[in-house]
């Protein structure tokens, strides 16, 4: 079906001008964050893109394939979470004398997700307005949760996490010679998607509210490039498990979250400088109500292990709740150089992005017990701290044919933080204090240093792409 839509609509396109410029372009990318003992994180993708540009209607098809994966050992338990997505997307773009109506479609058999934007403007851009809408599904996330540590009543849970979402937003903007400045909102809303062949999963009911300011200044010796942005989210997300058409939830967990920041940028033919900072709060609220436990084991079995075990254990309660923020900033500087042998056209490039890293931790686990009628409690406060400060160097090379095109262009990233420090402390229901690892993984009982492990410590990336331009 997919390849019918595209084939009409470059048809269409052809024949609405004589005039058109087509693009092609293979690419890959991955971003791999190694500590191969505690935590990992890896993601790669490959994607094939077309685009044919006419007087009239633009035309874009991409075929993607990406993979994601991750995880997380602590204490006893690990996390590992995986996402494969295969798909393809279409978008077209009509522009008309006061009006641009754009167009797209992607996803593949199980999930689709659409877009529609319209904007009004004048002849000369001096002032423009538009809306979106848009919605749809998303891949879907496995998670396993296996205990390092077997007992045979709860060694694995396996969860897959889906959400439909919808958002729809508008922007106002304005061009003045070589002044152009836009103002975007957006908003965003997820319902829980069915589960009928999931025997566990993780599923969400979250609104979010974004808020951009884009600025651009096109200079004679440069484009300087500013923005700014404002994101709220307010999410519950609900750990669910469905036996015999009977839905019961063990474990709910209430996030809120704030993230500010702005970015500039100067750029020009041979250095591209930027300079940028961002804060980000995250809060966790404490619920006491019954079944609103962030995690209650006892619900996650199957009902005949409840009627015939005595589960002292898996009666046990857990109710997590604080507060986290963070603080980054960074600074980049690249060069590029340009030299033409044989009227070939090569640009090697190096840059350097300078960033610092703050945290800070504020929260709290209560581990709830009932027997009978007597409620035991028992809490932990944690307190931590983290500062970070590295860079992330790359290396970059670009060479296109005599026309310009043919092209090739390859970038590879190594992140290197120089000096990291952690702190973490427990604080137990006698107000004795510890210091625990990040990780959770001790040897021989032995406190680790404050600076020897970190999750995600360090990693590289790279993304390479080859195409051509008629």
Request: hydrophobic share 40%.
């Amino acid at each position: 079906m997919f390849q019918k839509i595209l084939v009409f609509f470059l048809t269409f396109a052809a024949l609405a001008s004589a005039e058109w410029k087509e693009t092609g372009m293979a690419r890959c990318s991955g971003l791999f964050l190694l500590n191969e003992n505690d935590a990992s994180a890896n993601v790669f993708g490959c994607q094939i893109l077309d685009s044919l540009r006419t007087s009239v209607l633009d035309i874009d098809a991409k075929l993607r394939h990406s993979e994601t994966s991750g995880s997380w050992t602590y204490k006893a338990w690990k996390l590992k979470s995986e996402m494969s997505v295969s798909e393809m997307k279409i978008g077209t773009r009509g522009k008309f004398r006061h009006l641009i109506l754009e167009t797209s479609v992607a996803g593949n058999n199980e999930h689709l997700r659409a877009l529609t934007v319209s904007s009004l403007q004048l002849n000369d851009s001096l002032f423009y307005i538009g809306m979106h809408l848009g919605g749809g599904s998303v891949g879907t996330l496995k998670t396993e949760w296996t205990t390092l540590v077997p007992n045979g009543l709860l060694d694995t849970v396996d969860l897959e996490y889906e959400a439909r979402y919808r958002t729809k937003g508008a922007f106002i903007g304005s061009k003045y010679l070589r002044h152009a400045a836009e103002i975007n909102w957006d908003f965003l809303h997820t319902r829980r998607a069915p589960f009928e062949d999931v025997h566990d999963a993780i599923r969400d009911s979250s609104e979010g509210f974004l808020g951009r300011l884009n600025y651009e200044y096109r200079g004679t010796s440069g484009t300087i490039r500013f923005w700014a942005l404002w994101a709220h989210l307010n999410s519950e997300f609900f750990l669910l498990r469905s036996e015999e058409n009977n839905v019961k939830r063990f474990g709910y967990l209430e996030l809120r979250g704030n993230l500010e920041g702005a970015n500039l940028a100067y750029e020009n033919a041979k250095w591209n400088l930027q300079a940028g900072a961002f804060f980000l709060q995250l809060e966790i609220p404490r619920h006491a109500e019954r079944f609103f436990e962030t995690l209650a084991p006892q619900r996650a079995l199957d009902y005949s292990l409840l009627q015939t075990l005595s589960l002292s254990f898996y009666k046990v309660n857990y109710r997590m709740y604080g507060d986290l923020s963070g603080f980054l900033s960074h600074a980049k500087i690249k060069r590029t150089f340009e030299f033409s042998p044989g009227e070939f056209h090569l640009r090697p490039g190096i840059s350097a992005d300078f960033f610092y890293v703050q945290g800070k931790l504020d929260g709290a686990q209560e581990n709830v017990k009932t027997a009978l009628i007597l409620t035991q409690v028992r809490k932990r406060i944690y307190e931590g701290s983290l500062n970070a400060f590295g860079v992330i160097a790359s290396l970059s090379f670009k060479v296109e044919t005599p026309k310009r095109r043919f092209f090739f262009d390859a970038n590879a990233y190594q992140i290197a933080p120089l000096i990291l420090s952690k702190e973490l402390t427990e604080t137990d229901e006698n107000g004795n204090e510890v210091d625990v690892s990040f990780t959770g993984n001790t040897e021989d009982g032995k406190v680790p240093s404050k600076t020897e492990y970190l999750p995600l410590r360090t990693g590289f990336a790279f993304d390479a792409s080859i195409g051509f331009r008629f």
